[in-house]
């Protein structure tokens, strides 16, 4: 199953693609993971994202589109993978379309996660993530067992660098921008299915879950 979560800053793509991850076991693919994980091992890539992610700009395709496409051609996403916050323009998705095109395949769905701008900047600045593991959690909805700590793997839990209101604010237009417009491409793919994101997140589930398993 190779499945593209559309959505959102904060419309809990990343929460949804692990629960996906582990159901159907296939690999969760998250740039944003990737790039937060280049910036904490300071590696070149990191330095040179680092400077547009605190923007809340996009990092040039350029960039990005390799990373993946080595990605997905790795032996564990023979069957299949989840894509989260790739592809995020449409150069990224026509990239991906040829890359799978040469190998005989296309992707399954693009789930969009629907939430609105005005929820979102609520849910922003209570997240707090893992940055050893990747794990997200939020100080209402979706709490840790202690606090400040990591369920999974122990780790201090941290404010992300890009969700500070007047960054979530950019990264918001910039999804409008350049972002959403994936919806019609998908939609004209036939690939595209919406779930409402803004309902708690096991009901977020249930509703994709209905959408792979029909
Ligand atoms: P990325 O890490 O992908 O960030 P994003 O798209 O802005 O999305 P988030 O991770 O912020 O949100 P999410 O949808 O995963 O929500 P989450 O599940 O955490 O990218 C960061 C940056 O990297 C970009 O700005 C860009 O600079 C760069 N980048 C990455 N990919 C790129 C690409 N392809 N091209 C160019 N640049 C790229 O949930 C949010 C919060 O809500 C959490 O606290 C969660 O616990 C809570 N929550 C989740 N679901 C629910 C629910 N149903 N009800 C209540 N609360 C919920
Ligand atoms: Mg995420």
């Known amino acids: 199953m ?3 979560m559309l959505g959102a800053p904060g419309a809990g793509k990343g929460t949804q693609a692990k629960q996906i991850a582990k159901a159907y076991a296939i690999p969760h693919i998250s740039t944003g993971d990737i790039f937060r994980a ?25 960039l990005t589109c390799d990373l993946v496409m080595d990605r997905i051609h790795q032996e564990d996403c023979s069957n299949g993978f989840v894509l989260d916050g790739f592809p995020r323009t449409i150069p990224q998705a026509q990239a991906l379309t040829k890359a799978l095109e040469a ?13 609105p701008d005005d929820n979102i900047v609520k849910r922003m600045g209570g997240r707090r993530a893992c940055l050893n593991c ?7 909805s979706i709490p840790p067992k202690k606090e400040g700590i990591c369920d999974a793997c122990g780790s201090e839990l941290v404010l ?17 921008e350049q972002t959403q417009p994936l919806i019609s491409y998908y939609e004209e793919q036939g690939i595209l299915r919406s779930v409402d ?18």
């Not at 280049?38 to 350029?62: C, F, H, R, S």
């Not at 190998?103 to 939430?115: H, K, L, Q, R």
């Open 197 to 214: 994101g803004t309902v708690p997140m096991e009901a977020v589930f249930a509703s994709i879950q209905k959408i792979l398993e029909a």
């Open 2 to 4: 190779k499945l593209i």
């Open 134 to 140: 990747g794990a997200t959690y939020h100080v209402v």
């Open 103 to 115: 190998d005989g395949e296309t992707m399954d769905y693009a789930i969009d996660v629907d939430v």
């Open 160 to 176: 992300r660098d890009d969700d500070k209101p007047e960054t979530v604010q950019e990264r918001l237009r910039v999804y409008h």
């Open 38 to 62: 280049n910036i904490k091992n300071n590696t070149e890539l990191g330095k040179k994202a680092k400077t547009y992610m605190d923007a809340g700009q996009l990092v040039p395709d350029e």
